[in-house]
């Protein structure tokens, strides 16, 4: 059964770091595609970052220049590196997987605050 299991978030002050992580278990096969979404309540779910199986990545207009995506292969986990934050990157954060990047895994979300 594949699990994704998301850490890293908390409260930050606007200019502020954070890194987030994804461990994934289950998969039968490498090679799969990951990303990060949030939502921020009252908003629709919005992705953020991706990293497909040949590691290329995708950015959300919003964070290109501030958030990282990356992944450890060996050890089945994806990174949310996100700097410079802003008040309005204040959401909940999912970690999704899946092949050719049609994410039909998620995990339970993690919690990111920014404040001023």
């Known amino acids: 059964q594949v699990r994704l299991v998301e850490s890293g978030g908390g409260s930050v002050q606007a200019g502020g770091s954070l890194r987030l992580s994804c461990a994934v278990s289950?998969?039968?096969?490498?090679?799969?595609?990951m990303g990060w979404f949030r939502q921020a309540p009252g908003k629709e779910r919005e992705e953020v970052a991706r990293?497909?199986?040949?590691?290329?990545?995708r950015y959300a207009d919003s964070v290109k220049g501030r958030f990282t995506i990356s992944k450890d292969r060996a050890k089945h986990i994806s990174y949310l590196q996100m700097d410079a934050l802003k008040i309005e990157d204040t959401a909940m954060y999912y970690c999704?997987?899946?092949?050719?990047?049609?994410?039909?895994?998620w995990g339970q979300g993690t919690q990111v605050t920014v404040s001023s």
């Open positions: 999704a997987a899946g092949a050719w990047c049609r994410f039909g895994d």
């Open positions: 289950g998969y039968t096969y490498n090679r799969y595609c």
């Open positions: 990293i497909d199986s040949n590691d290329n990545t």
